[in-house]
């Protein structure tokens, strides 16, 4: 698997984010995956910052 950082923070975004990319894993809709990981890493950093 490709998923760099996400370890500790889990909301509502995140879980609906990762939602998106399994839906999209199970459709083979890889061009989704791959934007649903981008999607992630980026929210992923405003956590980060935020805290
Ligand atoms: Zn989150």
Redesign the pocket.
């Known amino acids: 698997m490709s998923t760099p950082a996400m370890k500790t ?3 509502t ?2 879980e609906q984010l990762e939602g998106k990319r399994k839906q999209a894993e199970q459709d083979r809709d890889y061009s989704s995956v791959s934007e649903c990981n981008v999607l992630i890493a980026r ?1 992923g950093i405003t ?1 980060s910052v935020r805290s």
């Open positions: 923070h889990k909301c975004e995140c929210y956590h």
